[in-house]
């Protein structure tokens, strides 16, 4: 089970941390994402990390300014938000998969959290 929060609302500019908390014993094996869905749009990816979090991808629309993490210790993973612009805007979900390597489409996870709302004002 994942547990998204950390949305709100800000300021163009302006910076968010999300978190998302996994529930059960096998976090530190798992591939996690992070995926946003602005409305009326598809769900895009925007972050992955690899189970140890020594490697991560990142769309080309975040680079440099999103920085994902995790806490294995804690079952969490992070997505630090800098920079945001009103393009940004949508519901935030974080997903778990037990597939290796750069999982960037929302179809290779199996686990996803209930998304958290982020607003981004111009």
């Known amino acids: 089970q994942l547990q998204a929060s950390g949305g709100g609302l800000v300021q163009a500019g302006g910076s968010l941390r999300l978190s998302c908390a996994f529930t059960g014993r096998t976090f530190g094996s798992l591939v996690m994402g992070w995926f946003r869905q602005a409305p009326g749009q598809k769900r895009d990816f925007v972050a992955s990390?690899?189970?140890?979090?020594?490697?991560?991808y990142y769309a080309d629309s975040v680079k440099g300014r999103f920085t994902i993490s995790r806490n294995n210790a804690k079952n969490t993973v992070y997505l630090q938000m800098n920079s945001l612009e009103p393009e940004d805007t949508g519901v935030y979900y974080c997903a778990a998969t037990g597939l290796i390597g750069p999982r960037i489409r929302d179809e290779e996870y199996n686990s996803w959290g209930q998304g958290t709302l982020v607003t981004v004002s111009s």
């Open positions: 990390i690899s189970a140890s979090g020594g490697t991560t």
